[in-house]
């Protein structure tokens, strides 16, 4: 079964980062009464992690399931769409608190609660993103 190539996958990768700073920069700035330029700046960190996990762990669910399924992620219907954006971001939350923590000096606790705010904001988006893409960018 075919699949995206390594440049595709690195282009989905990317516009997602891209677009995800974009839309989400002054929110998370907002929210948190941190200036935007810190807030970027760590956003940018955060979504340089976001990048390598993004084509790691998109590449091994897209795998598993054509092997459970037999389709190719451009046909996936909403329900695994949900389950992907869910554990794309779970798993990211696990890479990113510790980073979050250290950036803004803030506690477990308010770090847990930004970086949830976080992943709940790029969940969405992620959701809105691949359906996207996967319409404009076919297999």
Known sequence: ???????????????????????VSPLFAWANGLPLIPSAGLLAVLSLIALLWNMVFNTGFDRLEARLSGRRADRRPLWPRIFHACFFEGGLLVLTLPVVMLWTGLGWWPALLADIGLALAYALYALLFHFLYDRWFPI
């Open 1 to 23: 079964m075919r699949m995206r190539s390594p440049r595709d996958r690195l282009r989905q990768a990317m516009l997602f980062e891209a677009g995800g700073l974009i839309l």
